[in-house]
């Protein structure tokens, strides 16, 4: 079992206990750190980087990971680190998996792995070219719900897929400065996982048009700068299919992420806003507990997805979700993106051109 080293050609052995870094010491990189440290056998926490002073060093002490720094190349220069978990700002991605694969570090990104098609395939080539692993954050895939959904589509038990939803509605109530979220993140960094879901969804399908409505219902005085709340797109694949995405920023009754799949001789559904199957039943009527937090609901998918990225480095497999896989759902996000400047259909060949 092999892994590229930093310098380019030469390869050396993995050790038993896989070293891994986080890049970006926010929420999500804070919630990859600690399942590495602590939830994944035969991998550790060796290093924590985040510009921001103090908060690499904050993260480092509570995980045990020996290096903490702001300066990223510090973890990339280092032989003794086997990949990397960039969960840095979706802007900064691309040019940290071409950092981190030109190290030769194997490496997994939260979505989306770039906001243009053109650095998208700028990843994918730096990727290919040093030999090293690459997986996307796509989290939905690896929740069980999901995955026996897709088993049961893989199985021919629905038929052939022909209406397709998936849904994110973010919880409530919606509290983030809208200055401070960058244009399109509805579609860039919300409705991407549900456009991974569809296509996920509809195996050897691949999406031809999209049509998209989003307006500002939750902060409209936000609208003139740019800031989007809620959409519904519309999706055509070529095997006919018909799939809807929506999204929302402001479900108050908590996070909210669920797929249906109907076919020709079935239908399935995955995903519950409830974040057991507990129900009480008392004297102010019947209560569910239901998610605040991504990471509370999809918990399961997280340690899932960071376990097959182990996986994969160790047995120098394919990864589970691809750049390849980002390409097609970001070419629907930014299909969409059109859609709404132009309030019209737009197709794939469209923004792919």
Same mark, same amino acid.
């Given at each position: 079992?092999?892994?590229?080293?930093?310098?380019?050609?030469?390869?050396?052995p993995?050790?038993?206990?896989?070293?891994?870094?986080?890049?970006?010491?926010?929420?999500?990189g804070?919630?990859?750190?600690a399942?590495?440290?602590?939830?994944?056998?035969?991998?550790?926490?060796?290093?924590?980087?985040?510009?921001?002073?103090?908060?690499?060093?904050?993260?480092?002490?509570?995980l045990?990971?020996?290096?903490?720094?702001?300066?990223?190349?510090?973890?990339?220069?280092?032989?003794?680190i086997?990949?990397v978990?960039?969960t840095?700002?979706?802007?900064?991605?691309?040019?940290?998996?071409?950092?981190?694969?030109?190290?030769?570090?194997?490496?997994?990104?939260?979505?989306?792995?770039? =906001? +243009?098609?053109?650095?998208?395939?700028? %990843? &994918? @080539?730096?990727? /290919? !070219?040093?030999?090293?692993? *690459?997986?996307?954050?796509?989290?939905?895939?690896?929740?069980?719900?999901?995955?026996?959904?897709?088993?049961?589509?893989?199985?021919?038990?629905?038929?052939?897929?022909?209406?397709?939803?998936?849904?994110?509605?973010?919880?409530?109530?919606?509290?983030?400065?809208?200055?401070?979220?960058?244009?399109?993140?509805?579609?860039?960094?919300?409705?991407?996982?549900?456009?991974?879901?569809?296509?996920?969804?509809?195996?050897?399908?691949?999406?031809?048009?999209?049509?998209a409505?989003?307006?500002?219902?939750?902060?409209?005085?936000?609208?003139?700068?740019?800031?989007?709340?809620?959409?519904? =797109? +519309?999706?055509?694949f070529?095997?006919? %299919? &018909? @799939?809807?995405? /929506? !999204?929302?920023?402001?479900? *108050?009754?908590?996070?909210?992420?669920?797929?249906?799949?109907?076919?020709?001789?079935?239908?399935?559904?995955?995903?519950?806003?409830?974040?057991?199957?507990?129900?009480?039943?008392?004297a102010q009527?019947?209560?569910?507990?239901?998610?605040?937090?991504?990471?509370?609901?999809?918990?399961?998918?997280?340690?899932?997805?960071?376990?097959?990225?182990?996986d994969?480095?160790?047995?120098?497999?394919?990864?589970?979700?691809?750049?390849?896989?980002?390409?097609?759902?970001?070419?629907?996000?930014?299909?969409?993106?059109?859609?709404?400047?132009?309030?019209?259909?737009?197709?794939i060949?469209? =923004? +792919?051109?």
């Amino acid at each position: 079992m092999v892994v590229a080293d930093n310098s380019p050609g030469r390869l050396r052995p993995v050790p038993h206990t896989l070293r891994l870094a986080t890049i970006g010491a926010g929420r999500i990189g804070s919630n990859h750190a600690a399942i590495v440290a602590r939830h994944i056998p035969g991998v550790t926490l060796a290093a924590v980087s985040d510009p921001v002073p103090g908060a690499a060093e904050r993260l480092a002490t509570e995980l045990d990971a020996p290096l903490a720094t702001t300066d990223v190349a510090e973890v990339l220069d280092r032989n003794d680190i086997d990949g990397v978990l960039i969960t840095a700002p979706a802007r900064a991605h691309t040019e940290l998996v071409v950092a981190a694969a030109g190290a030769g570090k194997h490496i997994f990104v939260e979505k989306p792995m770039a =906001v +243009t098609l053109a650095d998208a395939d700028r %990843a &994918i @080539a730096a990727v /290919e !070219a040093a030999g090293v692993v *690459l997986q996307v954050g796509f989290n939905r895939r690896f929740a069980p719900g999901f995955a026996a959904a897709r088993a049961a589509i893989d199985e021919q038990r629905i038929g052939t897929p022909q209406l397709l939803r998936s849904l994110t509605r973010d919880p409530g109530p919606f509290t983030a400065d809208p200055a401070r979220i960058p244009q399109w993140t509805i579609f860039l960094e919300t409705l991407i996982h549900d456009f991974d879901t569809l296509c996920w969804f509809n195996p050897g399908a691949a999406p031809l048009s999209v049509h998209a409505t989003a307006d500002a219902l939750v902060r409209p005085d936000a609208k003139a700068q740019g800031h989007l709340d809620t959409a519904v =797109v +519309t999706v055509r694949f070529d095997n006919g %299919a &018909i @799939a809807t995405a /929506e !999204a929302s920023f402001c479900a *108050l009754y908590g996070y909210d992420v669920r797929a249906e799949v109907f076919g020709s001789e079935g239908m399935v559904t995955a995903g519950d806003a409830r974040t057991t199957n507990m129900t009480f039943h008392g004297a102010q009527g019947i209560h569910i507990d239901t998610a605040r937090r991504d990471t509370d609901l999809l918990r399961e998918a997280y340690v899932g997805e960071l376990t097959a990225f182990a996986d994969a480095v160790r047995h120098k497999s394919p990864a589970a979700v691809t750049g390849h896989d980002a390409r097609r759902a970001l070419s629907i996000a930014l299909a969409a993106i059109r859609s709404v400047e132009t309030d019209r259909p737009v197709t794939i060949a469209e =923004v +792919t051109a």
